[in-house]
């Protein structure tokens, strides 16, 4: 499949992550520059880590089997993505940077106390790390499957690289690393995307839409409306919740530099979820035309359909371009991975270290402890893909969707109506967490899907398709209702369980949340020109390698997509050398 070519672009690939690392290492002066970049990040990084950060190798993989398999319906609902970002654009992004926290449970201590900070800390954390070995695992059983490596030396070489990454430069790096890890994203997908829509299997736009599968549009072939309509409203429900979940999506916006940076950065968020999901899943819809016979592609993947964006990324590639697509690949999922090792790290050497064992433990003590633990965690994220690998049963779509509901749901619940919701006592939000878990795992274990739909007045039998998406509708549904109704019920309680130090802490909490960040007075400090130089180096670096590829034995065509795609990363480096000379440097050198 791939040649030596493609295996020392990915090499150079994974050198270049860890280099990022040592870039940006010297820039961490503490703990709030190692685990959220000191608030400084600017706009337009942050704007492309967070996008980097909502992509995984699921996308590619998981999300692209079922795009293979459904065709437009879920193209539809990453589309409808850009409705919650909107409302955070002009509701929360502000907000959520004006909360001025170092992490996440800083600001649940001061939203809920300090009992529900180390409950999400024990809670949150392990999920996290677990979250981290399913996205490792995905990501290795895609490199296993299609380029030929073995699995668990897979797992191990990804899980170095990220913790190298995490552990030498945190936030920043982290940030920067997303960054060009979108660009390739881009990059490589628009490739695909356009050399795709120039088969003449395809036939260019109009060939494409004269030649898609019945089933790709009229969803009713493969599901009854009410099953398929209804999908939609659940990924729909999780989308916007996901979006304003402070512990996920939030979370990137404790980073940006102020208010305005981060509605900045959340309108590149919005442009991005119209752009990429299309030029994404166009190719695996292209494939799914074709006469790829992809269980013998991929004989190692339980579901051939997985391996679809790869089988037709090898078909339009030239040699040395498919280890490119690959780095695309690893770029979806390192950015996650490579986040919430940091996140983690953060939780609990800040809100446990910091605050239960060691209260006077000085900056430099939390920053080297963030870079020790970084490193354990980057090796339990390890330890538990490969527990994945030996264990993993049902498909990956399946398998990730069971994780959202069990684990996922339980926490986004509290955390999103915490903040839009104030008068509830401090225990509302770990006992909702308990009660929409038990919720889930009730309903997983205990739910006969069949009599479920017979009771809604459904026609049984399901097929296959109908019943897994079923299961997820009914689980999904009845533990966002338990959580939400468990949530405003303890805002009975309020008047009578919730202090007076309590109901200080909150108001003072809201209005942090309205009062914009005042650099000067608040000390804040500014970063902007190292962002800018390092930046624009990393660019010309990883640029100018790209474009060495037009040394690989290809025809002239194949060799000019690494000029182009090298070059793209050389012009936007110029750019930001451009603006630091023209804007930066004459400040510094006032």
Not at 225 to 239: C, E, Q
Not at 430 to 455: K, N
Not at 528 to 546: E, K, P, T, W
Request: hydrophobic share 55%; with cysteine; proline share 4%.
């Amino acid at each position: 499949m791939l040649t030596g070519w493609d295996y020392a672009v990915i090499g150079i690939y994974l050198a270049f992550m860890m280099g990022i690392g040592f870039l940006w290492s010297r820039i961490n002066k503490n703990a709030s520059d190692f685990f959220r970049g000191g608030g400084n990040i600017l706009w337009w990084i942050n704007g492309m880590s967070s996008l980097a950060v909502g992509l995984t190798a699921y996308s590619f993989t998981a999300a692209g089997a079922k795009v293979f398999e459904t065709g437009f319906l879920l193209v539809i609902v990453y589309l409808i993505g850009i409705v919650p970002y909107l409302l955070i654009y002009f509701f929360l992004a502000a907000r959520y940077r004006q909360m001025r926290a170092v992490t996440v449970c800083d600001a649940i201590r001061r939203r809920f106390g300090k009992p529900t900070e180390q409950f999400w800390v024990w809670t949150a954390l392990p999920i996290g790390l677990f979250q981290g070995g399913i996205m490792l695992y995905v990501i290795s059983l895609f490199v296993s499957a299609a380029v030929g490596f073995p699995i668990v030396p897979t797992i191990v070489v990804l899980a170095i690289v990220v913790t190298v990454l995490a552990s030498s430069g945190g936030s920043y790096a982290v940030s920067a690393s997303d960054f060009i890890q979108m660009l390739i994203i881009i990059v490589v997908s628009a490739t695909i995307f356009i050399r795709c829509m120039m088969l003449p299997e395809v036939g260019g736009f109009t060939g494409f839409f004269d030649k898609l599968p019945e089933h790709y549009i009229n969803f009713n072939v493969f599901e009854r409306p009410a099953v398929w309509i209804s999908l939609m409203m659940m990924f729909t429900t999780v989308n916007v919740l996901r979006a304003l979940d402070l512990n996920t999506n939030g979370a990137k916006f404790l980073t940006v530099k102020d208010g305005s940076h981060a509605k900045k950065a959340c309108m590149m968020m919005i442009i991005g979820t119209a752009v990429v999901p299309l030029i994404a899943f166009t190719p695996v819809m292209a494939a799914g035309m074709m006469d790829f016979d992809l269980p013998s592609m991929f004989p190692n993947l339980k579901s051939a359909s997985e391996g679809a964006y790869v089988a037709i990324a090898m078909k339009v590639l030239p040699q040395g371009m498919m280890g490119l697509m690959v780095c695309s690949i690893f770029a979806a999922t390192l950015s996650s991975m490579d986040t919430a090792l940091n996140k983690n790290a953060g939780f609990f050497v800040k809100n446990f270290y910091g605050d239960i064992i060691n209260p006077k433990a000085s900056e430099k003590t939390l920053l080297r402890l963030g870079r020790v633990f970084s490193v354990v965690f980057g090796g339990i994220v390890m330890g538990a893909a490969i527990l994945i690998s030996m264990f993993r049963e049902a498909d990956l779509f399946s398998m990730l969707l069971k994780f959202n509901v069990l684990l996922q749901f339980p926490l986004i619940i509290p955390m999103v109506l915490g903040i839009l919701y104030r008068r509830t006592p401090g225990w509302s939000c770990w006992s909702t967490v308990l009660v929409s878990m038990s919720a889930a795992w009730l309903t997983q274990s205990l739910l006969d899907i069949e009599q479920f739909c017979a009771a809604l007045g459904m026609e049984l039998p399901l097929n296959a398709l109908e019943a897994k998406d079923m299961t997820f509708i009914a689980s999904g549904l009845i533990t966002l209702l338990a959580g939400t109704a468990w949530y405003f019920l303890t805002a009975l309680f309020y008047e009578k369980s919730a202090t007076k130090e309590y109901r200080e802490s909150v108001d003072s909490f809201y209005k942090d949340m309205n009062t914009p960040i005042d650099h000067e007075a608040e000390d804040t400090g500014n970063q902007d020109a190292a962002q800018y130089r390092n930046m624009s180096l990393m660019c010309f670096v990883y640029g100018g390698a790209i474009c060495l590829g037009f040394l690989i034995p290809n025809a002239i065509g194949g060799r000019m997509l690494f000029i182009y795609c090298g070059g793209t990363f050389l012009a936007i480096g110029g750019l930001l050398r451009f603006i630091f000379n023209r804007k930066i440097k004459p400040e510094l050198e006032k």
